[in-house]
């Protein structure tokens, strides 16, 4: 079953600019992970927010969860051009041994 | 670094065939994992498996079957082929206490 659902879908912004992303999930989770993926290739882990934190950064990456509304945000600041790509969610569900991903957002950014 | 490794990164079979793709990995990962990636479905699990010989079912087993004879070896089996199986294939492995996934480079499944 798909949990995360990020929004939007497909995103297009200049180089210099944030780019927000959107996640949300319908069960108990133990964390929240984002990871990147290169047009035609594996994923790489991002970042990873635990269940019991609000906010974390890691470089040009902003993460915030949300319990109470199941929701996550992944904040790309001053975005380049290296940085197109999809990105996806992936929730730890109490109980089952395998991520689950949504269908993840197809950022665009322009030179 | 993690390193995980696939057989092919191209395959083209025809419907009927049996099709084996391969995923090796180097750092003694209990767990390995195959998904399936589509253009507006994202990464849905086929099988997994938590120890050598066991495994498990995912969301969408029907058609799939699996293998892990060794450690670092999970095998993702088509018995037979359909165009329906036309896909990206991604493998991953995890730790027992780590949190992220490791994923290989994939392989693109074109079915005729």
């Known amino acids: 079953s798909q949990q995360g659902e990020e929004d939007p879908q497909a995103l297009s912004i200049q180089e210099g600019e944030n780019a927000t992303m959107n996640c949300s999930y319908k069960?108990?989770?133990?964390?929240l992970q984002w990871y990147r993926q290169n047009s035609g290739r594996g994923l790489v882990h991002l970042i990873l927010?635990?269940?019991?934190?609000r906010e974390k950064h890691s470089g040009r990456l902003r993460v915030t969860l949300d319990t109470s509304k199941k929701s996550s945000s992944l904040l790309i600041t001053a975005s380049r051009a290296a940085d197109t790509a999809s990105y996806f969610c992936?929730?730890?569900?109490?109980?089952?041994?395998?991520?689950?991903f949504g269908s993840g957002t197809r950022l665009q950014v322009q030179p | 670094d993690v390193k995980v490794t696939q057989s092919s990164r191209y395959l083209v079979k025809r419907t009927g065939e049996k099709v084996f793709l391969e995923c090796v990995q180097d750092?003694?990962?209990?767990?390995m994992f195959w998904y399936r990636q589509d253009p507006g479905l994202g990464l849905r699990l086929i099988y997994f498996?938590?120890?050598?010989?066991?495994?498990e079912k995912g969301d969408i087993p029907e058609g799939y079957s699996v293998s892990r004879e060794k450690k670092e070896r999970f095998s993702l089996i088509l018995e037979s082929a359909s165009t329906n199986q036309t896909s990206m294939y991604l493998c991953?492995?995890?730790?027992?206490?780590?949190?992220?996934?490791?994923f290989g480079p994939g392989t693109r499944l074109t079915v005729l």
């Open positions: 498996s938590y120890d050598v010989k066991m495994k």
């Open positions: 750092m003694d990962h209990e767990n």
């Open positions: 992936a929730t730890d569900e109490t109980g089952r041994r395998a991520l689950t």
């Open positions: 927010i635990r269940s019991n934190e």
């Open positions: 991953a492995s995890r730790g027992v206490a780590a949190d992220t996934q490791y």
């Open positions: 069960t108990s989770i133990n964390n």
